[in-house]
């Protein structure tokens, strides 16, 4: 289970220094990779000589590289088809708003969303209304699990657009993408996806699964920071797609001679980008890509999904109730384990050198990161089993 990578991998996360951490599907706590490409980010700012590049600003010729290698990069991880598929943006809410803001809806017309969602997913769903559709929220029997079935029969033919999580932030509830997007294409019903809990946990190829559109923070399991995040896009959604806000960008421009803003490929993503992007995390993203790149995320979902099913038997070993499904094809990466002293349990852990997060409610929700270790895992366990024995 501790191939040599993961040992290297943890060994860039200085959290690990200091706690069994199991908090990753909040954040990564950050890398000394990170902070090393954007600390180069600064040195490229600062340097200037003869045929300064500077696109905007001294010292920015080396970060538009930065930038380009990076969109090409996040689009063969993501199995795009190009770099025009690709927007980056400062999070996973720009993303979804800058679609549903930006979509031609017509009165009647309907989103569907599930009750479960965060709120950067469900509140700019309810604010479609403001644009004259409708915004119906299909409900979890259970506050747990949300499976496609009951998504798709909130739809009807008035629908245009489902948004969903590939991964539930609150119970780890993996859905079906390939399945969902079928039936939702079927239906003439376009499909956006955040995929903040699953990137870097498991293999995404969004050509394969045929979802339209896929936004995502990437301070989670693509080992980047705040403040940056990208959306895909597929040209069909795309061209629909009117940019929200109007800047310069590699795909709109201006024609003086009329006056108007100019968009020679209405299926370009990039026309959504509004206007300097988050250069330092743009750096931050390429070293994290570059990181689970040269692993291979065959290798890191192997591992994760290992990890959880060590943790998933060792907690239902000391009695406790897990409410994330153990089959692989419906989780990922989390566990939503219940306790009613949810608070209590998570501080009693980190007193003791574990960290994780309260869950829903009566719950703690446990995640595993591609550099979790076997101590690790042996400690929360152990520091559980002190917890039913007090």
Not at 111 to 120: I, N, Q, R
Not at 356 to 379: C, E, L, N, Q, Y
Request: hydrophobic share 40%.
């Amino acid at each position: 289970m501790d191939e040599r990578w993961v040992r290297a991998l943890r060994a860039q996360f200085p959290v690990t220094e200091k706690t069994a951490f199991f908090d990753i599907a909040y954040e990564n706590c950050g890398s000394r990779f990170a902070r090393a490409a954007m600390k180069r980010f600064y040195e490229d700012k600062a340097a200037v000589g003869p045929g300064l590049v500077k696109a905007g600003g001294a010292g920015k010729g080396p970060a538009i590289e930065v930038i380009a290698r990076t969109r090409a990069r996040l689009a063969r991880f993501l199995g795009a088809p190009d770099i025009r598929r690709i927007a980056f943006t400062k999070n996973t809410n720009e993303g979804v708003n800058l679609l549903l803001q930006g979509f031609p809806f017509r009165r009647g017309d309907s989103v569907v969303v599930g009750d479960l969602e965060h709120a950067s997913v469900l509140m700019p769903c309810l604010n479609v209304r403001r644009l004259g559709a409708e915004c119906r929220v299909a409900r979890s029997p259970d506050g747990c699990n949300l499976p496609e079935e009951l998504l798709l029969s909130a739809a009807d033919e008035t629908t245009r657009i489902m948004v969903v999580s590939a991964v539930q932030s609150c119970s780890g509830y993996q859905l079906d993408l390939k399945r969902l997007a079928g039936e939702c294409h079927t239906r003439g019903i376009y499909l956006i996806v955040d995929g903040i809990q699953a990137l870097g946990f498991r293999r995404m190829d969004v050509s394969d699964l045929g979802i339209d559109a896929l936004t995502a923070s990437c301070y989670k399991g693509l080992l980047a920071t705040e403040g940056v995040g990208f959306l895909y896009c597929a040209q069909a959604l795309m061209e629909q797609v009117a940019p929200v806000f109007a800047a310069d960008s590699p795909a709109l421009g201006i024609d003086r001679e009329s006056w108007s803003i100019t968009c020679p490929d209405p299926g370009d993503a990039r026309k959504l980008e509004n206007g300097t992007i988050s250069f330092m995390g743009i750096y931050g993203l390429d070293a994290g890509l570059e990181r689970l790149m040269e692993i291979g995320m065959d290798r890191v979902e192997r591992h994760v999904s290992d990890c959880f099913e060590y943790l998933y038997r060792g907690l239902e070993g000391l009695g406790f109730v897990i409410d994330t499904p153990f089959l692989p094809a419906r989780r990922c990466h989390s566990l939503l384990v219940r306790e009613q002293r949810s608070q209590e349990l998570v501080d009693y852990c980190l007193e003791r050198g574990g960290l994780f997060s309260r869950g829903r409610d009566g719950h703690v929700r446990i995640s595993v990161a591609p550099f979790t270790t076997r101590g690790d895992m042996d400690k929360l366990l152990d520091t559980f089993r002190q917890w039913k024995q007090a």
